[in-house]
């Protein structure tokens, strides 16, 4: 599958067997392997360690590898080391400062697929906002450079910083400006705009995720398994949306044969953005 088609991507810790033997039957569209939050600071270095294996089973079973680093530099470097490989389609930026930030993680990971004799920019971006004062560099952060897949916000991390409480209110203003900043760059915003830890509530996560594709967000990262079919069902096209967006394309493309700007359309009157987005669904309805 093609990044830019992923819509659920799940958090996976390398360092358990469990999780990983299970990883490519859950579902999802790419593995997060994670070397952050989910690894202890004693169990890092094993954690690089069990990447190759990892990335290889995963990817063998047919399903698409991405890796979240850490932050601090004395630890990315080694991170990056143990994570560039043919196998890893990307890597999880997390707390991205800025431009500059991502920039030089870049010349990193060139040098590490240079060493290795892959072609440079193999190797994709998914950058995480979880600062407040990164907030105002968000479209510098999509456009930073080539790599960059998508980006999105840790919600945790950055409603800790705002003392606010995770949730629709507190990330709705953000929230549009990472659309905003990934539309301008031609990138994917990733996220939902609402509860992400509480995987107790299906009904309310599906919720979220609704109003969140509502709002142009197109994939999302998630940390338990029965969250997987629930994005893969709200952030795909169904065959029902496919089929209103051709009707309503061929109406207006038969209103402009015949000489008019804007045509009546079940009940509503569409002009070219409306078509614009209609091709632009069925564009990421065909992508794969």
Known sequence: MSPSSWRSLLFVPVNSKRFVDKAHQRGADAIILDLEDAIAAQEKEAARAALPGAAKQITQAGTDVTVRINRPLELAVPDITAAVMPQVKALMLPKVMGPEHVKLLSEVVTARELALGMDVGHTRFIGVVE?????????????????????????????TQLQAVPGGDSLY??????????????????????????????????????????????????????????????????????????????????????????????????????????????????RG
Do not use: K, W
Not at 147 to 158: H, I, K, V
Not at 227 to 234: A, D, G, K, T, Y
Not at 235 to 249: C, D
């Open 131 to 159: 600062t407040a004062a990164a907030l105002a560099h968000l479209h510098a952060i999509a456009a930073a450079d080539a790599r960059m897949l998508a980006l999105g916000l840790g919600p945790e991390d950055l409603c």
């Open 173 to 286: 203003p953000f929230a549009m400006q990472v659309v905003a900043a990934c539309r301008a760059a031609g990138i994917e915003p990733l996220g939902t705009v609402g509860q992400f830890a509480d995987f107790s509530d299906l009904q309310g996560y599906r919720a979220a995720l609704r109003r969140s594709r509502g709002l142009g967000f197109s994939c999302t990262a998630c940390i338990h398994p029965s969250q997987v079919p629930i994005v893969n069902e709200e952030y795909s096209v169904s065959e029902e949306e496919a089929g209103r967006a051709r009707r309503l394309i061929a109406a207006f493309e038969d209103g402009i044969a015949q000489g008019s700007g804007a045509v009546a359309f079940e009940g509503a009157m569409i002009d070219r953005p409306v078509v614009d987005r209609a091709r632009a669904l069925l564009a990421r309805a065909g």
